[in-house]
């Protein structure tokens, strides 16, 4: 028993530190030829299913130390759905998984109503701490620990600060999104500069995108596309302007696509006479992740990312 509450103890305090740490989420995930017509088809069915349900709902991105063990990262999902013996928790949902060998990292999608999901969170957590042995843990991506990144998004009815009392950190905000994009190199110096090109904090960047450049087999430049208030709407105000804006609570948040983000690394790539080997979107967008959460829960649906495939590389 003693061990158990420890366990759990050591686990809550790795969270409340992981939530206030700033890293990269370093995945991707491959779209084919007709790959993004295929998801924009595969959203709008789950759309037309997902009426709102009733509760309020938030998502935990789980980031862990682990990615070349299948059987440990799924045994740590689980955890968020299931109890030690085997019972069912109440109205959760794991959207999705995506683990990056190289990186030895995987990012696990919970969903669930705000005043549970904690808990969730922390089981899992918990299991991390007991499956992943970080002696001998190896990849090329940086890490903190056994549980590395544990940020808490509101989805539907809840806003960031109610999600800020969840995580008793400041591993809350509004919804940050990960798209990676490959360039058609192996020249870091040319990664970074592109990657100081497009970030936010440059004067001719892309507002909310944070970015790092990893050697990935090529390069990857790996961007946090952060949502940010936009009440007047000054960011979407022309169709072509590159953002897409959202609402929860009657707030409007607004983030740039990843179409524009691959289109300006694509431009300024070819400036160093490269192109973009792929473009990859870790997961969902805020919307997708709204609407996958709650078709999941009011379908019963536990381990949702067998439906759509998790992916291992």
Known sequence: MEQGKDQRERAERGWRYACAQVLFVSQTFSNGPNGSLVREAAVQRVKMSSTKVGFRLAACLLNISEARKKDIVE?????ALYD?????????TVLNIFSDYDYNRSVITIAAPIDVLGN???AACTEAFRSIDMAIQEGIHPCLGAVDLVPIYPLLDVG????????????ASPYV??????????DLAIGKDIARAIRGSNTRGLKGVQTMAFPHKKIEIACNVESFEDQDNTMTAHEDSGYISYCVLGKTFSYVSPQSIEAQIKKLASDFGINTARTA????TPEECKHCATYALKKGIREFWRMRGSLFM
């Open 177 to 186: 999104m990960n798209c990676n994009v490959t360039i058609d190199t192996q």
């Open 160 to 171: 960031v600060e109610e999600c800020g009392n969840v995580a008793q950190s400041v591993g």
């Open 75 to 79: 045994k740590i999902a689980k955890a």
């Open 281 to 284: 979107l870790v997961g969902f």
């Open 120 to 122: 969730y969170v922390i």
């Open 84 to 92: 030690d013996n085997g019972q069912k928790h109440s109205q959760a």
